[in-house]
């Protein structure tokens, strides 16, 4: 299991790339042991990306719904005229795409600000899509989110 290691107040603390992923879920609903586990199974093996590195160019085809592991992403639309406008930003514990897998094309692009540890979240998207009866807890607070982010 990849473990990051991150340093507050001094100390060394051990942290799963889906810490704040499971941590959000938690503060929306009560997660059952099967739930968790779930989570925890998305982070195998977590995508790098440099500070910089494209995620997703806009109108692509070819998309993969992510969550934000560590690091920072932004979400840029182009302008007629050629400049970028940043629409919003992903910090750990985010999903990226999660509600817009069934678009054809997703038209902004996303762009790692810092190093980015992402996780792939496509067996999610097909757990929500199918309403899978064994994490129903999990799929009630991404919908809610879903909701807080419109």
């Known amino acids: 299991m990849t473990r990051l290691r991150l340093r507050t107040l001094g100390s060394d603390h051990v942290q799963t790339p889906t810490a704040p992923f499971m941590s ?29 590195a494209y995620v997703h160019r806009g109108g692509d085809l070819d998309f993969t719904p992510w969550i934000v592991g560590a690091g920072w992403a932004c979400r840029l639309r182009v302008l007629p005229d050629g400049r970028g406008q940043t629409v919003s930003f992903f910090l750990p514990g985010d999903t990226i795409g999660l509600s817009e897998v069934h678009h054809p094309a997703i038209q902004s692009t996303i762009l ?37 982010m419109q």
């Open 112 to 148: 790692a600000m810092t190093d980015l540890k992402l996780l792939n979240c496509t067996r999610l998207a097909e757990a929500i899509d199918r309403a899978d009866q064994n994490v129903p807890n999990v799929i009630q607070a991404c919908r809610m989110s879903f909701i807080w």
């Open 24 to 52: 959000r879920l938690r503060s929306l609903v009560p997660l059952t042991p099967y739930e968790e586990q779930f989570i925890e199974t998305l982070q195998l093996p977590p995508h790098a990306f440099e500070a910089g």
